[in-house]
């Protein structure tokens, strides 16, 4: 099942954008526009003249083209790395909690193997118990912080 798709018309539009022209038939495209435009200008210039060269017409085209493109291409980027950031704060909360995991895991090792040799492991367990209530702290920061961002949201 697809996530419901949360972006607004303009981050659409921004994103269509940018899928088509950064690609290789955009580029392609354009390449093949300024030829016929230039080859046309060049040898029908006896015949009309709406650009003639140096393409001054041409030119105030390609300076437009570029000055809406850019922008709109930055707010494409700009909210892909918002999506990264968000990626990887919950990439860090997985880790986070696969740490307290282990932790606890060793703890449990830790007590088997003194149960086993008869030799007590106070001070390791006490070290890997107040480990895993350090993150457990964090991990709860954590989750109160993107309660608080979804309520926001």
């Known amino acids: 099942m697809k996530a419901k798709d949360t972006r607004t018309l303009g981050q659409k539009a921004a994103d269509s954008l940018t899928k088509w022209a950064g690609s290789w038939t955009f580029i392609f495209a354009l390449m093949a526009f300024l030829f016929v435009w230039m080859a046309l200008n060049t040898y029908m210039v006896f015949f009309f003249k709406w650009d003639p060269y140096p393409f001054i017409l041409l030119n105030l085209m390609l300076s437009c083209l570029a000055a809406v493109q850019a922008p709109v291409i930055l707010m494409s980027q700009n909210r892909e790395m918002e999506i990264d950031r968000k ?52 991990l709860s920061m954590l989750e109160q912080k993107n309660e608080k961002k979804a309520k926001n949201n």
């Not at 696969?98 to 040799?117: F, G």
């Open 87 to 138: 990626r990887a704060q919950q990439d860090y909360y997985v880790n986070r909690r696969a740490e307290k995991e282990i932790k606890i895991i060793q703890r449990q090792l830790l007590e088997i193997k003194s149960a086993i040799l008869n030799q007590p492991q106070h001070e390791e367990i006490q070290e890997l118990n107040e480990e895993i209530k350090l993150l457990q702290e964090e």
